[in-house]
């Protein structure tokens, strides 16, 4: 098997990375938490970054054509994720795994 290179390797760490984060803190931390936490776009928020980080990791490591054009959404998706998130608070967790994911997303757009 052909290794992928350092760069792609480390954005599908990152992007495995957040949608576990994110994932897992919408269905412990913010169904826990209630109140704004569990506000309708919130929620889709949070769910729609987990899976197009899923998503992104995905089409990478199947070096599909489509991973830098999905890495570019990817990067927009979490951005938004990570700022609804720290304008809630309590949510450092997941906004800088958003905010790494972003980083990694952007630097993979040809």
Do not use: F, N, W
Not at 57 to 62: D, F, P, R, S, V
Not at 74 to 84: F, I, M, T
């Amino acid at each position: 098997m052909h290794t992928l290179d350092a760069q792609t390797a480390t954005c599908i760490d990152l992007c495995l990375h957040c949608y576990k984060t994110c994932h897992g803190m919408v269905m412990t931390h913010c169904l826990e938490t209630g109140g704004r936490h569990t506000e309708p776009a919130h929620v889709r928020e949070m769910v729609a970054c987990a899976e197009i980080c899923r998503t992104t990791a995905h089409l990478l490591l199947m070096r599909s054509q489509h991973g830098p054009h999905l890495c570019r959404e990817c990067a927009e998706v979490c951005e938004r994720c990570a700022a609804d998130c720290e304008a809630l608070g309590d949510m450092g967790e997941c906004v800088a795994a958003c905010r790494s994911c972003a980083q990694a997303c952007r630097a993979m757009v040809h």
